[in-house]
């Protein structure tokens, strides 16, 4: 089962930042959060990861509390082609030799979110 | 640098038919996953290859098997269709190493009929 709550939908306005929550009250101290998005009829992408630290990178901004418990995903200008649905992952880390989760992934429901004019 | 390519796009069989569904992962990556997406139960995964090997394997039936080669591709099968097995079935490549990214190829969508 996934490890992550997200609100199911969200809306935003063009040219806003959109803010999409993921509790993960469970994470364990070494596992990740990861996030991705799955645009209609396309395979998820990857958008960013973070262990403890705020990380940013082209794409989004991710915030994680001091407790790890929740995390926010930042879309700072949010245009009609962010519209997809958007996947908060927690996992742990792996490794090269003889790991058995590297291409693992246990997506939730994800939060659908709607960008609108 | 191409992505992760599947092939067919879109496939129609009957009930107890057998398919093969190919993936080329991005060049270099050695590590290919696989899963399966329906809109009832969501992204859930298959199983992972590396370097040929089968090391993780996801809770569906034995009709759904796959196999890597040496230059890293993937195909999986799925013997004696079923309607539920109606679903988009997803590649991914990364290189294997730890906390790498997935890339994800678009797809192939399969209907039982």
């Known amino acids: 089962d996934a490890k992550t709550t997200q609100p199911t939908s969200m809306d935003c306005a063009e040219g806003r930042a959109a803010n999409l929550p993921c509790n993960h009250s469970?994470?364990?101290?070494?596992?990740?959060v990861y996030w991705y998005r799955q645009i209609h009829s396309q395979g998820p992408q990857y958008i960013i990861h973070?262990?403890?630290n705020n990380e940013t990178n082209e794409m989004a901004s991710l915030i994680i509390t001091e407790d790890r418990k929740s995390s926010t995903l930042i879309l700072p200008h949010a245009t009609l082609r962010d519209t997809a649905v958007y996947y908060c992952?927690?996992?742990?880390?792996?490794?090269?030799?003889?790991?058995?989760?590297?291409?693992?992934?246990?997506f939730g429901q994800g939060t659908t979110l709607q960008v609108k004019p | 640098k191409a992505g992760v390519t599947q092939t067919p796009r879109y496939l129609i069989k009957t009930r107890g038919q057998q398919v093969t569904l190919s993936c080329s992962p991005i060049?270099?990556?050695?590590?290919v996953s696989w899963y399966q997406q329906t809109p009832g139960q969501g992204l859930q995964f298959l199983f992972e290859?590396?370097?040929?090997?089968?090391?993780n394997k996801g809770n569906f039936p034995g009709r759904f098997s796959g196999r890597q080669f040496s230059n890293s591709r993937s195909e999986m099968n799925v013997s004696t269709l079923e309607l539920g097995d109606s679903a988009l079935y997803l590649c991914?490549?990364?290189?294997?190493?730890?906390?790498?990214?997935?890339?994800f190829g678009s797809g192939t969508q399969l209907s039982v009929l």
């Open positions: 991914a490549s990364t290189l294997g190493a730890t906390n790498e990214k997935l890339f």
């Open positions: 469970t994470i364990s101290g070494n596992e990740y």
């Open positions: 973070g262990l403890k």
């Open positions: 992952i927690v996992r742990a880390p792996s490794s090269i030799h003889g790991s058995s989760n590297t291409g693992k992934l246990i």
């Open positions: 060049s270099g990556h050695r590590s």
């Open positions: 290859y590396f370097s040929e090997t089968q090391r």
